[in-house]
């Protein structure tokens, strides 16, 4: 998919701004609301954006977030990473290189929560051989605040 300084623009607004209007995008690239209505399907439909609500994970009072690797016997890394994809306190899994094979963030409402977590749930998935948890206090930036570098070019206009 071929994407224009228009979708740049419409992509790098709607990040700011989800629920923006397509009328409210067209005054400030300077184009018309039915082509901006196009793009913003276009883009949705080819994958190259996808809009949803983010939900405050804080409004539901999980407020502890960490980081744990998860070290595997090679065999068992596919598995393990599915077994831990299944679990509702894990907000991401992925396959990872050096020393760890699974990183995953989870969130929980109290510590011993997490420490239960860890110890019961993640240690008895067949396959895993050692955790490291890291506690995650204070967020700089968060996963659905990045734009490519060629939209963010278009933050100041």
Do not use: C
Request: hydrophobic share 40%; net charge neutral; no cysteine.
């Amino acid at each position: 998919m071929k994407i224009d300084d228009l979708d740049k623009q419409i992509l790098w607004l709607l990040s700011k701004d989800g629920r923006i209007s397509s009328s409210e995008i067209a005054g400030i690239v300077n184009e018309n609301d039915r082509k901006v209505v196009y793009r913003v399907n276009r883009l949705i439909e080819k994958g190259a954006i996808s809009i949803q609500g983010v939900i405050n994970h804080e409004a539901f009072d999980y407020r502890i977030r960490a980081d744990v690797h998860v070290q595997t016997e090679m065999k068992s890394v596919d598995k393990a990473a599915k077994k831990m994809a299944e679990f509702e306190e894990v907000q991401y899994v992925g396959k990872i290189l050096g020393g760890h094979e699974i990183s995953i963030q989870v969130l929980h409402k109290t510590p011993a929560d997490l420490y239960h977590f860890v110890s019961e749930k993640i240690a008895k998935i067949p396959g895993v051989t050692r955790t490291t948890t890291h506690l995650v206090p204070v967020v700089i930036k968060n996963i659905d605040q990045w734009v490519p570098p060629e939209v963010a070019e278009f933050s100041t206009g």
